[in-house]
């Protein structure tokens, strides 16, 4: 028997590296005449600028501001709205407004600049928002159909924001070279930043992206460094030398992009018999000062919206809203954490409401193979609803516990939910993805603009290339992602690392396998010298999607999962003990077990974070608690051993049947954790659930 890769624990291509400190972040590169950059950014959440001062002596510093952009002050993205340096006026706190460099750090942050503004009146309230950054309507059979219901139950959830707290901060060193700019960073997807970067620079200063080691995620950098990038840009472009920007925790916290807040209201009609006749939902987001990402967030949450329940008759009206708060942007799930909160404590109480089983109540309503979603895509074999919610009420004895924990401080509750793997309706059409596959003298190369940030991209691809082309996985080499050397493989987002960019290699190495005969790619190598095969990503042929009116096939396919949530209340101080946690997720196959099961877990664990601690404090318009002393999240004190099960139902066009997994272990913990505490009759509908909260709460009131 051969030994395969694929479905076994291999050790991390990028293990030894991290293990013993050899690996280089960006804050461990220097250059021959290094500058140091700083940020000087607003301190008023609305204002015009009036003047900007120096009180220090300008020797030996470089000082740019928005006059000394070559090319567009604006950041490349889904709308050119955002300057990278402030002109006229500032819409939020931390937006740049002035760049410094010197070489010596000390001098750098002893330099005191002082921003005279004219301040206005800020908008905070995202509901009391009229500029609205993107509106969507998802429209399935009749709204009217509401008035045939037996019962109706509307609610009313919220999100705050949340902060991604990667290990590493933001960091990125711009160097001149060639007669142009080469940034190294801590970047997610560095054909971003190289798309921004050149739109800055202009035509004339040539532009490339490496990315160094990276310390995390989870959508923080995916597009965000595209500002940090362009302000080092601009300070080597004007001295003439290296540039490094690192920013602090503080800096990190107060300036970049966190996950949306939301307003998600539901009007849920059902029969007597617990069948769903109609949904109605309302999303609101609030996008911050500056659209970045809040249109595809919108899209991916508005889909959602109705969870993994079959219902005839559905509508979704979601729109993304301007404040005068820092900018929102990408976050693990994407806006699906943020709906599918509200839509399973909304099922929790229609359960509720008509005195069902809530365990019953979705498996009577659970999507099967067959259904159609909200958008009127019709769902195929790999639908696994059922499989994971009877997974997991079989394995925690969930009705047994729920009737033994009946007048105690302990309860048991639960979460179904799905996500789409890839970029959303034709996007991954439109995004033509490519990878590249290389000969070398040893082996084989893999060539993709796919970043690893700890999830495991390096290992898990090498295991899929190994296989597919039947070659030991220690032959297979992965390149670093430089734009100038590898194929833009599309970001490194959206649950499409492994099952589209992971589909393209397989698909390469078969055809290398062919083309090398019954000689190893060494030998290959050896005779005939040099051989690449490159392809595009094409989706199935059945997609169909219609980005005007919202209908089809939102996504080629789904992953699912079913949380279980055991914890226990102090009735006296309502601080929250998670006693046990469990995970069944279904995600087609594991390419790599232990990185799989370290995905759930971390997701899981991020999740239980977003129910219970973690709470951005606003005072107009800025984060009040910008440091992790009291921005709280999960230590391994705080959370239970977590019971990971992994289903398998393979999907046909991912790479050895494996679909994506990143963000599903995103959308469940929150849910199942408030749907527990209501089982203790605390209702909760905000989170994080705190403490006071939860005192606050209509059994808290009455003890």
Known sequence: MPVTAVGQSVSRKDGIGKATGAAKYADDLTWPGMLHGRTIRSTVPRGRIRAVLFDFDTTGFTIVDHADVPGSNMVDLIERDQPL??????????????????????VLHAARVLVEYEELPPLLDPEGSEQTFKTITIDKGDAAAMAGADLVVEGTYQTGHQ?????????????????????????????????ALKALLGPDIPARVVQTETGGGFGGKEEFPSIPAGHAALLAHKSGRPVKI??????????????HPSIVRHRTGVKRDGTLVAMEVEVILDGGAYVTLSPVVLSRGCIHAAGPYRCDNIRIEGRAVFTNTPPNGAFRGFGAPQTEFAVEVQMERVAEALGMDPVEFRRKNALRAGDTTATGQVL????????????????????????????????????????????????????????RLEVTPTGVRIATGSTEIGQGTRTMHAQIVADALGVPYESVEVAQPDTKHVVDSGPTVASRTCMVVGKILEECAVE????????????????????TVE?????????????????????????????????????????VRLLEVTAVQEFGRPIHPALARGQIEGGTVQGLGYALLERVVMRNGAMANAQLTNYTIPTTLDVPEIDVVMLENPYPGGPFGAKGLGE????????????????????????????EMIAASPVAART
């Not at 340096?85 to 000390?106: N, S, T």
């Open 380 to 435: 195929r074999e790999d639908c696994s609803a059922l499989a994971v919610l009877d997974e997991a009420v079989r394995r925690t004895e969930f009705a047994r516990k729920r009737t033994e924990y009946e007048g105690t401080d302990r309860a048991i509750g639960l979460s179904l939910f799905y996500h789409g793997a890839g970029f959303t309706g034709s996007g991954e059409r439109y995004l033509k993805s490519r990878a």
């Open 535 to 575: 392809r595009m990503y094409e989706p199935p042929d059945w997609i169909r999607w219609d980005d005007a009116t919202y209908r089809g096939d939102a996504y080629a396919t789904y992953g699912w999962g079913c949380d279980v949530v055991e914890l226990e209340v102090d009735p006296d101080t309502f601080d």
């Open 246 to 259: 690192i920013y602090d925790r503080v800096e990190d916290m107060v300036s970049t992009t966190k996950r």
């Open 85 to 106: 340096l402030a002109v006229h006026e500032v819409r939020h706190v931390g937006e740049p407004i002035l760049l410094l460099a010197h070489e010596d750090k000390e």
């Open 664 to 691: 599903l272990p995103m959308d469940g913990p929150a849910p199942a954790v408030v749907n527990a505490l209501r089982h203790l009759g605390h209702d909760i509908r905000a989170i994080p659930a705190t403490p």
């Open 512 to 531: 290398m396998r062919s083309e090398l005969g019954k000689l190893s790619p060494a030998e290959y190598f050896a005779k005939h010298g040099a051989m």
């Open 163 to 195: 902060e991604h707290i990667y290990i590493e901060p933001n960091g990125v060193i711009a160097v001149p070279e060639d007669g142009g700019i080469t940034v190294h960073g801590s970047i997610q997807c560095p054909f971003y930043a190289l798309k």
